[in-house]
Structure formats: C-alpha cells, structure tokens
C-alpha cells in the first residue's frame, strides 16, 4: 500500500498543480523524482510532525491541496492539537496518510503503534475516514480524495485482503446469512479475510467496508433487516468498539446486541513481538476472531 500512495500521489502531482506533499523525514525517499519534477510542492520539514501540519494547514488556506504523511502516532496523535485547530477549526482540507496501522511496526515498540487514531480523529467533525484492505483500495480512496477540498484520513496497512473491494462508501454484502440467520459481521478493511475464514460454519451475514467514516447506517440497516437478527459484530483494526455508537446510531429503531473486535482497550502489550503476535494477542487472528464470533452468536 505504501508503494501504492506514493506512486499514486507521484502522478497527481504531475495532473495537478494544486497537490502538495508535506512529510516529517518519513518515507521522503519516494518523493524524490516528484520534488525534482515539482520543486517547491515536495516539503520535508524534518521530525517535527506539529509542524508538519501546521504548514499542511498553511498550505490548504493559499488553496493548496496538501498530501500529509508519516506513521499513525507521528500524523494524527502528536500533533493532534494542530489538526484540530489548523484544519478543522480553520475548515480547510487536506488529505492524511498514514503508514503503521495499529501495530505493523511493532518492532519498533509503542512510539510507532497508534491504535487509537481512528477513534481520535471521531472526535472531530467532518472528516471522511477510508481504511483500505488492499492496495487497490488505497489508490481507488486516494483518487477519490485528492481532487476535493474536504478533510480525509487514508489508514494505510501492511495487511491486506486477497482481493480488492469496491470503495464506494457503502457497506456490501460479502456472504449472506439464510433469512433466520445469527445476524451480521462487519469487517473493516484489511480484516475481511480472517473474518470470512473465522465464520465460515456460521450462518451470519458478512459484510465489508473500506469506509468507516461517514459510517453507512444505512446500510447496516438493511444488511440488518435482511438478516432476520439485529445481532452485530464489527471487527476494526484498531481500537475495539471504535464503531459501537455508529452501529448504536444505524439500529436505534430496534433491539439489538453488539460486539466490537479490535486492539484492547484493558491492556498495554509491552514486548515487541510480530505484527502476527499482537494480532494474536488482540484476538484478531482468525481463530481469535472466531472464537469470539461463535460465542457471541451461538447463545
């Protein structure tokens, strides 16, 4: 997926005068070639990820359309006071991408793992939110984002679906349950896969998105309606539960029960370990998943 932004981005530049990219030392070796061919449009700023932002922020009030990259923690956590204020507060846009995921880089300890960024960005209005689960799924988001003005946020991750889904904001139905089946899994981006290996003996709806924010309430409403059973598991690759008030908004006309799988939020994993381990340990593998799933449907 990285390679995939930074070609894609390469070639915007190239069509579009507007497009900017701004960087904090990460990943400013793939931008040479644009910074030759564009000078003054590629801004390294160093380790100094405020700011980055900041001038991201500069940038989009001259009508600028920024591009504004690092790792999760480096480009939504700690500088989260400058893409509060110079964006949001300032409603101008740009478009975030970040690298890391929750814990692709666990190698590198807690300072590269940002779990929590999703749920961060909820706090504030009127940002769109795509969480790609292939690398085609990151160039169709990032087509789509780039041309705009408006605030988005491209979760980019080393784990990835066998197959590419559409990204057309919408919740879409996977596998279909039988009309009296268990109710509904959600699987957000990259997490598509393990899901369907996870649940293949149960009779539940599964559905995906790459979008997350706007959620598709909508949809969930009649995956849900379809289905017989107002029963919903989410499976994030972030923090758990990051989704449960969008599902609790999408299902307020109706009883429902409601899970969310994701990183914990009852604990902090303090060895390095693989990406392969924290998902083990987070319950997001596949068998993690599907205990999870037969325990909460088959009750």
Do not use: C
């Not at 504004?68 to 846009?93: I, T, W």
């Not at 769109?128 to 605030?151: F, K, Q, Y």
């Not at 990259?190 to 309430?217: G, K, N």
């Not at 107002?230 to 449960?244: C, F, H, I």
């Amino acid at each position: 997926m990285r390679e995939t932004f930074a070609a894609t981005v390469s070639e915007a530049m190239d069509r579009d005068p507007r497009v900017a990219v701004v960087l904090a030392a990460i990943s400013a070796g793939m931008f040479r070639s644009a910074a030759a061919r564009h000078p003054g449009r590629v801004v390294d700023v160093g380790i100094r990820e405020q700011a980055m932002i900041g001038v991201a922020g500069g940038l989009a009030l001259t009508g600028m359309r920024p591009i504004v990259h690092s790792y999760a923690p480096f480009l939504v956590e700690r500088p989260f006071e400058q893409v509060k204020l110079d964006f949001a507060h300032q409603d101008v846009g740009a478009v975030l991408v970040s690298i890391g995921g929750s814990y692709d880089a666990s190698e590198e300890g807690r300072t590269h793992q940002a779990p929590g960024d999703v749920a961060l960005l909820d706090t504030l209005p009127g940002w769109t939110v795509h969480v790609p689960g292939h690398a085609d799924e990151a160039r169709a988001a990032l087509e789509s984002a780039i041309p705009g003005d408006d605030r988005v946020y491209v979760r980019l991750s080393e784990t990835s679906n066998r197959a590419p889904r559409p990204v057309d904001g919408r919740l879409s139905a996977v596998r279909t349950g039988s009309p009296r089946s268990a109710g509904v899994v959600v699987a957000v981006g990259p997490m598509l896969d393990r899901v369907l290996e996870a649940t293949a003996d149960l009779d539940v709806t599964v559905a995906h998105t790459s979008t997350v924010r706007p959620f598709d309430r909508a949809g969930l409403s009649a995956l849900v309606g379809a289905a017989g059973n107002a029963d919903v598991l989410v499976v994030e690759p972030y923090l758990a539960g990051t989704s449960a008030h969008e599902v609790a908004a999408a299902l307020v006309d109706r009883r429902h029960r409601q899970l969310g799988l994701g990183v914990a939020r009852d604990r902090e994993l303090r060895a390095y370990g693989t990406p392969a381990q924290h998902a083990r340990a987070h319950g997001l593998d596949a068998a993690g998943i599907a205990e999870a799933a037969r325990g909460f449907f088959l009750v």
